[in-house]
């Protein structure tokens, strides 16, 4: 078994969709970024990447590159899995933090686990998403930024 992290920020500006985990969020921000700005899914995305020493996202979906200009983050997700794959790895689990004070994730966080199990290929008790709060400090705090955290776990495919 191998372990990677990854982490993620984007400021959140009005009159973008706030998109986390895949799941479109009733929220007046949205996080900015070249692709949609899924935090959540980019941190996951370098947490595998990461564990497979497959490099980073930035290395495989570089923010340079116009055919990734508002890509959603799930196909993005997609694909790292079968990077993956090609590379004789396969998720085993992710466990991941998204950090902003506002909208509360709530059920959200169970479809944004099947949505991620999906793009992975995995089952979605495997993944675990949980919402946290940063107190009221920082840009996070104040509700300018959200990010993201996560953890994963990589095993070799039996030949």
Do not use: W
């Amino acid at each position: 078994m191998r372990v990677g992290m990854g982490f993620d920020v984007h400021p959140l500006v009005y009159g973008v969709p706030c998109v986390i985990g895949g799941v479109t969020l009733n929220f007046a921000k949205g996080p900015r970024g070249h692709s949609d700005g899924d935090a959540l899914c980019h941190a996951i995305i370098d947490a595998v990447l990461g564990a497979a020493s497959l490099g980073d996202i930035g290395h495989h979906f570089p923010d340079t590159d116009p055919a990734f200009k508002g890509i959603s983050s799930v196909e993005l997700l997609e694909r790292t899995a079968k990077m993956l794959k090609n590379a004789g790895y396969r998720v085993e689990n992710v466990d991941a933090t998204v950090i902003m004070e506002q909208p509360k994730l709530g059920d959200d966080k169970r479809r944004m686990a099947a949505i991620i199990g999906k793009a992975l290929g995995i089952p979605s008790y495997r993944v675990n998403v949980k919402g946290k709060t940063h107190a009221g400090i920082g840009e996070l705090g104040r509700g300018e930024a959200v990010a993201a955290q996560a953890v994963a776990s990589v095993v070799e495919m039996e030949a």
